[in-house]
């Protein structure tokens, strides 16, 4: 298959699913090629991966970012475009009942350290963007600039765990605790939420009575690099398409939710 789309890559830590996205799209077998790897984490061994198969990468040391605003709000670097009651507005990563000066923290600190993210990015140019184990939620502030056309998003993402049970960081332990027989992971389009966004595919296995973990870490990862790679090669060959359905429930109410038809 011939390269057809730019892939952009965000990750914090060791990047296996990079690893298998990358073997991937060099085997042929997703329509698209790794054009740069970015990360939150100056120590994330994924960027060795990157650097081994001659991929550009950087760095936008989040914690850095945060750390200096904490020590000192005045030094909150907010690109000129950021609208506060905008993105509070749109955000759907907090509980009502949240402090609103947490909220305005996450958010403003989010943004300084996207907006670098942003530039970032721009030089290379990319169809695609995934996030392969980024362990920061993305606030609506990048979301915007990356999905500039809403009708076609641009932002994938993996999650340990069939959505959308389990959200957050630990899928798989979720999983596990809850006592569930079925595992699983899902790639998903990214939304102003936490992993709540249009579901594009999903793959299960099954959690026996023996398993530990460890197991369920090990058996989801082998479904995730199969899974991720599939996912792409949907978005390359242009077969993805976020919809709105809208849905009766009893008692006369309806329901609405975007989500995603694959074509023949």
Known sequence: MTSTIRIGALISGGGTNL??????????ETGGQ?????????????????????????VVDYGAIIRRCR???GDLRLPADFDLDEMRAKSRLFPPDTDASKVKFFLETRAAAESELLAAMRPYGFDLLILAGFMRN?????IDRVNTDRANPQIMNIHPAILPSF??????????????????????????????????????F???????????????????WILYPACIKLFAQGRL????RTYE??????????IVEISA
Not at 249 to 258: D, E, F, I, S, V
């Open 249 to 258: 429930l009893p008692g006369g109410k309806t329901m609405a939710r975007k």
């Open 71 to 73: 020590r000192d709000p």
């Open 241 to 244: 398409a976020v919809v709105k």
């Open 19 to 28: 690893q298998a996205v990358i073997d991937a799209c060099e085997a042929g």
């Open 138 to 142: 993305l606030t609506p502030y990048f």
């Open 206 to 224: 099954e959690i026996l009575p023996e398993d530990t973990l460890d197991d369920i870490k090990s058996k989801g990862l082998k479904e995730e």
């Open 167 to 204: 959200p957050g960081t630990d899928g798989y332990g979720d999983t596990y605790r809850y006592g569930c027989t079925l595992g699983g992971c899902t790639v998903h389009f990214i939304d102003y939420g936490e992993d709540s966004g249009p579901i594009i595919g999903q793959r299960a």
């Open 34 to 58: 790794v054009v740069f790897v970015g990360s939150d984490n100056p120590t994330a061994k994924g960027l060795q991966r990157a650097e081994r198969h001659g991929i550009p990468s950087f």
